[in-house]
């Protein structure tokens, strides 16, 4: 007995309610992604609003902090819905562009910081927090775009084994700023005076570079 309740579904309604689950989470990521990207650009951090929208209004209290939305269900699942419908679920669609988007929109935080003769170190690979799945994961594009504009980016993780990869000591030590890219719970402690770019939050100090 895998549950205590069973809600009895056809078989497509059943997979429907799978896609939904998924694609309901997808586009309320993509919700706070929007959201921080269009305070980030006018120079507003968006975790001050949020800490008052969802202060005592309980209305509010579903709207998460942003971060890399990825993984191997979420935007899949929103893509096979819009597939089932014809490819007439635009909200899924729409949210696919503004999540898979969002390495630019942190790009367009640090470019003003002169990336051509700096180190980057990206902290965590894997597509969310205390988890060694690496499977679509937005740090590796993130990764990609760093690469083109920047001299050199390091890349570290707390669960995720590969030989490319250094050692947190050593990214901190060698890298001119960081990228928070996946929340571990380590990086909760960091404690570094280099600038560090926290969309996640993880440190506390608001989504703007720090």
């Not at 597939?83 to 942190?106: D, H, K, T, W, Y």
């Not at 920047?150 to 050593?170: G, M, Q, S």
Request: hydrophobic share 45%; proline share 5%.
């Amino acid at each position: 007995m895998l549950s205590k309740t069973i809600v009895p579904l056809a078989p497509t309604e059943a997979e429907l309610a799978k896609l939904m689950c998924n694609a309901w989470r997808y586009v309320t990521f993509a919700a706070a992604n929007q959201f921080y990207s269009l305070c980030a650009r006018n120079g507003i951090d968006y975790y001050r609003v949020h800490s008052a929208v969802v202060k005592d209004y309980p209305r509010m209290r579903g709207l998460p902090g942003a971060g890399f939305a990825a993984g191997p269900c979420l935007f899949k699942d929103t893509m096979q819905l819009a597939a089932f419908f014809e490819n007439e679920f635009s909200l899924g669609q729409s949210a696919m562009l503004v999540n898979e988007g969002f390495p630019r929109i942190l790009m367009q935080q640090l470019r003003p910081l002169g990336l051509r003769d700096k180190r980057v170190g990206l902290l965590g690979m894997a597509f969310k927090g205390d988890n060694d799945d690496t499977r679509e994961s937005l740090a590796f594009k993130m990764k990609k775009l760093l690469e083109l504009e920047c001299k050199e980016v390091l890349c570290t993780d707390e669960f995720v084994r590969n030989e490319a990869f250094v050692p947190l000591e050593a990214v901190l030590e060698k890298a001119d700023l960081l990228v928070i890219s996946a929340p571990h719970s380590r990086y909760k402690a960091l404690t570094t005076s280099k600038p560090v770019l926290d969309a996640w939050n993880l440190l506390g100090r608001g989504g703007l570079l720090a």
